[in-house]
């Protein structure tokens, strides 16, 4: 049983920036596709960024050119840089991952795996 565990969320100020991470217990990434979706009470999970599992990064239109994906070199985690972060990005980061996700349901929060969230709170 895979199990994602995420961290760095928190209170920021409009403008700030946040590094989230999410660790797996699991010895490597590979043919594993990461991503990261947000929810706000209310509303469906939101795609946010993803690593397929060949490497190429995707992001939602939202979050392009102030959020970077990446895989960490050193352990089988993956971090979100969020930068310039709005009051529209406040909501609860999830990360999910799958070694069967197709492509066509990358931004769909169908993930095989899921971690138990964290709250990033930006203030206006």
């Known amino acids: 049983q895979v199990q994602l565990v995420e961290s760095g969320g928190g209170l920021v100020q409009a403008g700030a920036s946040l590094r989230l991470s999410c660790e797996a217990n699991?010895?490597?990434?590979?043919?594993?596709?990461m991503a990261w979706f947000r929810q706000i009470p209310g509303k469906e999970r939101e795609f946010v960024a993803a690593?397929?599992?060949?490497?190429?990064?995707y992001y939602a239109d939202s979050v392009k050119g102030r959020f970077t994906i990446s895989k960490d070199s050193t352990k089988s985690a993956i971090h979100l840089q969020m930068d310039s972060l709005k009051p529209e990005d406040t909501a609860v980061y999830y990360c999910?991952?799958?070694?069967?996700?197709?492509?066509?349901?990358?931004?769909?929060?169908?993930?095989?795996?899921w971690g138990q969230g964290t709250q990033v709170t930006v203030s206006s």
């Open positions: 999910a991952a799958s070694s069967r996700v197709i492509l066509s349901n990358l931004r769909n929060p169908t993930y095989s795996y």
């Open positions: 690593r397929w599992r060949s490497g190429n990064l």
């Open positions: 699991v010895r490597t990434l590979s043919g594993v596709t």
